[in-house]
């Protein structure tokens, strides 16, 4: 900032610590003369020891105008104010008004003094918008700036980094060298700015062979991972709905599976007293029949309760036999022993499941016997 206040500063040294005034140039500006005048007088309007326009009372007119203000000075009512227009940066100076009573020899009145200072607001040019240039190449930035008083330069990068200066240079041009540039000037009175773009031929957008090599192996891996966890997911979701066949390592038997309804609703199967499941045939007359039972999945909560209920055949007044539940909830299971098994009479199995999902399958009861 220094550049620009300094001259500034040096410039209204040179003037007296009167007022000062800013104006920009092309405006327009009025000073006024602040004395009070006899009754015929000659007016000088001065700039230094410059008479920048006189007039005389005697005759009204205005006798002399400075070649520098020629056409653009005037003087403005009774008080005889000094209008000037289309300001240039050369207006710049000390100006007052002084009075001579033609009445009185030697008589003169200078009014107070009042300093102008002309400016122009940072005008920004650069010779092209775009720039191309090869990776490794080299590149300069030129930003003409017309200002007064004169401007600080600053370039700010991509990256947000600034410099400053009104040449910026670019050395081994890279992919992170790519993007607007921005040139702004600043002199105390006002700003401009313009923007170039570099466009660096040959790159990967900053990325290195190895950093892409890292990228595709990321990628395939990602890919191969999904590609495992979606068989995963797949074996298993097979698995629940196709459960293996359970075996059953006892002695020489056969075994009927029976009983393999479907759920249509969490409501208990509507066949049998009381909810109760389908009764399973039952084994070969005079053979004692141990049943079993499989399941599909273990309860998911205490409310599930899957159990046996072996029992006589059902004659009038006799009551079913109730053991307690198996130990195991999944696989299969030997439900105790009845004492019916040793009276030669056709068991029934008797299974119960309670609030199952809908679409759930039914327990598969299988009766087994010796062969």
């Known amino acids: ?53 006189r007039y005389l009372s005697a005759n009204d007119a205005i006798t002399a105008t400075s070649a520098n203000f020629t056409g653009r000075v005037s003087i403005i009512g009774a008080q005889r104010t000094l209008g000037i227009t289309s300001l240039r940066i050369t207006d710049a100076g000390q100006f007052f008004c002084s009075v001579h009573d033609l009445a009185t020899v ?9 300093t102008l200072f002309v400016y122009t607001r940072p005008t920004v040019t650069l010779p092209y918008s775009e720039y191309v240039v090869d990776a490794g190449g080299d590149v300069t930035f030129t930003c003409t700036v017309t200002s007064y008083p004169s401007s600080n330069v600053t370039w700010e990068h991509p990256d947000g980094t600034r410099s400053t200066g009104d040449v910026l240079r670019l050395r081994n041009a890279t992919s992170q060298s790519q993007g607007q540039y921005r040139c702004s ?112 999945a273990p309860p998911r909560d205490s409310r599930d309760t899957y159990y046996t209920q072996p029992s006589r055949q059902p ?40 609030h199952a999902p809908a679409g759930s399958r039914r327990p598969i009861v299988g009766m087994v016997y010796d062969a």
Request: hydrophobic content about 35%; proline content about 8%.
């Open 185 to 296: 000037a600043d002199n105390g009175f006002g700003t401009g700015m313009q923007y170039v773009n570099l466009v660096v031929r040959g790159t990967t957008g900053g990325l290195t062979g190895g950093v892409i090599a890292a990228i595709v192996v990321v990628c395939a891996v990602l890919v191969l991972a999904g590609i495992m966890a979606a068989v995963i997911f797949f074996m298993k979701s097979k698995k629940k709905q196709d459960p293996e066949k359970p075996v059953v390592t006892a002695s020489p038997v056969k075994e009927k599976a029976v009983d393999d309804w479907d759920l249509t609703s969490t409501r208990r199967p509507e066949n049998g007293v009381n909810g109760n499941g389908h009764i399973a045939r039952p084994a070969a007359e005079g053979k004692p029949a141990d049943p079993y039972f499989y399941t599909e």
């Open 315 to 354: 004659r009038p007044g006799d009551p079913y036999w109730t053991p307690s539940p198996p130990p195991s909830q999944s696989g299969w299971s030997s439900p105790p022993q009845s004492p019916s098994h040793n009276q030669g009479d056709l068991d029934y199995v008797h299974m119960t499941l309670q």
């Open 1 to 53: 900032m220094w550049k620009f206040v300094l001259p500034f500063v040096a410039l209204l040294a040179t003037f007296s610590d009167g007022q000062t005034i800013n104006k920009e140039v092309g405006s327009f500006q009025q000073f006024e003369c602040d004395v009070n005048f006899p009754s015929t007088y000659l007016l000088n309007w001065m700039r230094g020891d410059e008479i920048v326009i």
């Open 106 to 114: 030697n008589d003169e009145t200078n009014s107070a003094r009042q």
